[in-house]
């Protein structure tokens, strides 16, 4: 008897548990060509290495004064920064860098890069993908490095589009400006949300790409279009960014993201979720620690509907977190979920960098089927006790 050709009833679902991984990863995600800036260009590496022309640095084309620098370089009395490596580059006044890339007409992706300011403190750096577009405030440094990790979303009109950094400043040193360096690129994907869970990605496991070697997270400034958010699902109300934390960093709730609250009502995460007016629900999340040396005290405040809870982070000997809930009944169709941190909070070794309580796991539920105490597990147990009944009679 020949061996039959069936094909075992394990290897479909196999296969499309695979196509399904598959398609929900882009070919373009990562780094960008030469996002780093390490490739030599046109004429090497030198102390006086303006680009000369549109084509001087391999893979992107430049505009203006366009420096790139290396690390240690000095100007005047001032130790210029590099992210990573060896060499990032600095735009001057109008100055920019653009690459073409290509995408998805119609998808969501986000955009990591590393972003140091030089000789002015209000120093800015726009980022478009046209016709999105949006300048970015370098004022505020989160960290004592003297550089940040940002992230910024667009939605793709075309398959083809231009990647844009330009330095809208005019300052008296026309060489003066932001530096950029590591350029990184991902498509996003709207979580599906979970069974008995109004909140869209509340573990916060969708989101920008992190930079490999990067202790700092990834900053999330002020966006307030969630559909097109680098964190899909949530809006980044203030004009302080939020940090995009990973679990090979930081200490992390559950899974391998989180987020960490910084600058107190400055750094607000918010999300509108469907809600039936009139019904109770409950509020929960995770809060705790990075174990980023964070300065305690650690609290947030929660916002659920019209009910609003400060929550203080108690240290517990056993975990870096604890459980919080609000309780509200919603008032409409949706509504809105928000949190940031009660306090200013830095770091206890430098006493600078930004810092914060942790926030994961949101989530909200219907709460109406508890107030039985047993609930649904009680209505079932009802039903089976109800059955068996039936069948001895």
């Not at 930079?211 to 999330?220: D, K, P, T």
């Not at 809006?235 to 993201?257: C, L, M, T, W």
């Amino acid at each position: 008897m020949g061996r039959s050709s069936a094909t075992p009833k394990w290897v479909l679902p196999f296969m499309l548990v695979l196509g399904s991984l598959a398609s929900q990863i882009s070919a373009l995600d990562g780094p960008l060509p030469n996002g780093d800036f390490e490739a030599t260009p046109t004429g090497g590496f030198s102390s006086d290495a303006i680009v000369d022309g549109p084509t001087g640095i391999p893979s992107w084309k430049s505009n203006g004064t366009v420096e790139v620098v290396e690390a240690g370089q000095k100007q005047g009395g001032m130790l210029l920064i590099v992210p990573q490596g060896r060499h990032a580059v600095r735009l001057g006044n109008d100055a920019e860098v653009s690459q073409d890339i290509k995408v998805e007409k119609g998808s969501i992706y986000s955009v990591t890069f590393s972003a140091a300011r030089t000789c002015a403190q209000l120093e800015s750096l726009n980022v478009s993908v046209l016709p999105a577009s949006q300048t970015i405030d370098l004022q505020t440094l989160y960290s004592v490095q003297g550089w940040d990790p940002y992230a910024w979303a667009f939605e793709a009109e075309e398959d083809d589009v231009k990647l844009v950094f330009r330095n809208p400043g005019m300052e008296d040193d026309p060489t003066c400006g932001p530096i950029i360096d590591d350029v990184a690129i991902k498509k996003l994907f709207t979580p599906d949300k979970p069974k008995n869970n109004a909140v869209v990605n509340g573990d916060f496991e969708e989101g920008p790409w992190m930079l490999a070697n990067v202790s700092l997270g990834v900053l999330l400034p002020t966006n307030l279009d969630e559909e097109t958010s680098s964190l899909p699902g949530w809006n980044v109300e203030s004009n302080r960014a939020v940090r995009y934390i990973d679990s090979y960093h930081f200490s992390v709730p559950q899974g391998k993201r989180a987020i960490e609250l910084l600058s107190g009502k400055e750094g607000i995460i918010s999300q509108m979720v469907e809600t039936k007016p009139n019904k109770p629900y409950t509020l929960t999340f995770s809060l705790g620690h990075a174990n980023d040396k964070c300065k305690q005290p650690l609290a947030v405040m929660a916002f659920a509907g019209d009910q609003a809870q400060n929550v203080h982070y108690t240290p517990n000997s056993n975990s870096t977190f604890q459980s919080a809930n609000v309780n509200f009944t919603a008032k409409a169709e949706r509504s809105r979920i928000a949190f940031y941190s009660v306090y200013y909070n830095t770091r206890t070794d430098d006493m600078s960098s930004l810092c914060g309580p942790v926030v994961d796991d949101v989530r909200v539920w219907f709460s109406g089927s508890r107030r039985n105490g047993l609930g649904g597990l009680g209505l079932r147990l009802g039903v089976a006790l109800w059955v068996f009944v039936l069948f001895l009679v």
